[in-house]
């Protein structure tokens, strides 16, 4: 009778599963007493293990969710709250502006060292010290930047403030494989990608106003600000790391401690192949990593190419003050949020269902993948990840070419500020979904190098964009303005210099390679 009850009750699982797809699954927490019976800290006890992240209560779970989104976007917000000021530190140091932007893009370069610096840090020590060590770190050096004296005193503190201030990025990741399973990991990792895109479209709009009444100092003040907020949050946080968990487990009950990773020599080398060799030989190596690290790191470029287009244009063209033209970066804001939206949407109508009917039929998902059949329940193939990118992928265009053609004096201003919201959810869309397709593609350890590679290459090219946008404007304004000269019957506007300073016509080619994943799988491109 015993194993008839158990069978009845296997049969009846997934059709409980099937019916209630918008509550999380549940799993029976045991009391703390049963772990006084725990006799190995080798692994969980099982998926009832009350030590096991993914059986926190949702409340805690929603909190631990928070924190690093909360302290990503505090560090993306460094990044781009230094843009309003950079002309009074041009005066102030008697600097050239590629000079006073520095300090920009040596800031958002530091990020991309988030891998290097967090991966030995969670590994020795837990996911949690990482969070309450490196913000204030950073913090300090934001401290300096602000009572800096000098340019190469502002330009050396704000790249070591980005340098400790990354781990966060780079883990966060981590944190929600932690916490969520992976069917419902999209809407947690959609809100903490949210932050690394909220946070720059942000901190013009309060660095605007910050330059413009009190001096370019205070950008530096409005980040501790935000960063003590961040530090306050990230203080009860708990650890969600298992292999630091385990071991913290065997030293309180006397146990034997989980396998120990590689020690010594053995440790640098494993830390150089997985953050820093194994992801730039991938980028030449894997196709996809390479081709979709190439699309999303220009994307990023062409976002972090606005914080100078944007005063350019609604400063130089529609004559706004900088905190008027602060306010025009709200726009990009409301783009990420609807791609948050769009994303979970895609998530709940496309990916979910089809999870669901894995676990119904026993098997994995046999579509979309020439090896997909014979997986465990439950399996769904990564390019049922790649329709957000697909939509993403003409928000972007869209958007650029709107904002080319329209920012001129003789079309209202607001035309050219809503073109920033196209491109901004496109911009997330694609990131968020090549992000889980190469993880879910490459599993967690090469995965984990996929994604260094795709921060490496994103953070890279976003420091470098920042140099020559101004120096790409002035020279195709005196180009157009000799052309006139010589030939006054032909008309241009602004909108040539929009296109031009924002180089990121349709990629026909990268758009078709998410269509060719989504249909024939990874296999098939690799070939």
Known sequence: ??????????????????????????????????????????????????????????????????????????????????????????????????????????????????????????????????????????????LGAGFSQSIAALTICRFFAGVFGSPPLAIGGGTMADLWEPSHRAVASSLFALAPFFGPAIGPVIGGFAAENKGWRWTQWTILFFAAFAIAVALPARETYKKAILERRAKRLGLAPPPRGPTGLAAIKFLLTVTILRPVSMLFTEPIVGFFSLYVAFNFSVLFGFFEAFPLVFGGVYHFTTGQVGLTFLAIGIGCILAFFTIVTIDRLVYHPRFIASLNRGSGDSSGSDDAEGTAPGFVAPEHRLYAAMAGSTGLPVGLFWFAWTAREDVHWISPVLAAIPFAWGNLMVFMSSAMYLIDTYGSLNGASAMAANGLLRYSLGAVFPLFTIQSKNRLARAIKAYKTSHPDTTFTISWHAYYLNPDAPTPGVDKLEFYHAKFGPERTRA
């Not at 069978?7 to 409980?16: D, I, M, N, V």
């Not at 917000?77 to 102030?92: A, D, H, I, L, Q």
């Not at 969670?122 to 300090?140: M, T």
Request: hydrophobic residues 40%.
């Open 1 to 142: 009778m015993s194993s008839i009850s158990s069978k009845s009750s296997s049969s009846r699982q997934p059709e409980q599963v099937h019916n209630d797809l918008e509550k999380p699954p549940t799993r029976q927490t045991l009391p703390m007493s049963r772990l006084s019976k725990v006799t190995t800290a080798q692994d969980w006890t099982g998926k009832d293990d009350p030590e096991d992240p993914k059986n926190w209560a949702f409340r805690e779970k929603a909190f631990h969710t928070f924190i690093p989104a909360v302290l990503g976007f505090t560090v993306s917000f460094g990044s781009s709250v230094y843009t309003p000021g950079y002309p009074e530190v041009m005066k102030e140091f008697n600097v050239s502006s590629t000079v006073a932007l520095l300090p920009l893009s040596l800031y958002v370069f530091g990020l991309g060292f988030g891998p290097i610096l967090a991966a030995p840090l969670s590994e020795s020590y837990g996911r949690a010290v990482v969070y309450k060590v490196a913000v204030p770190i950073s913090a300090f050096f934001v």
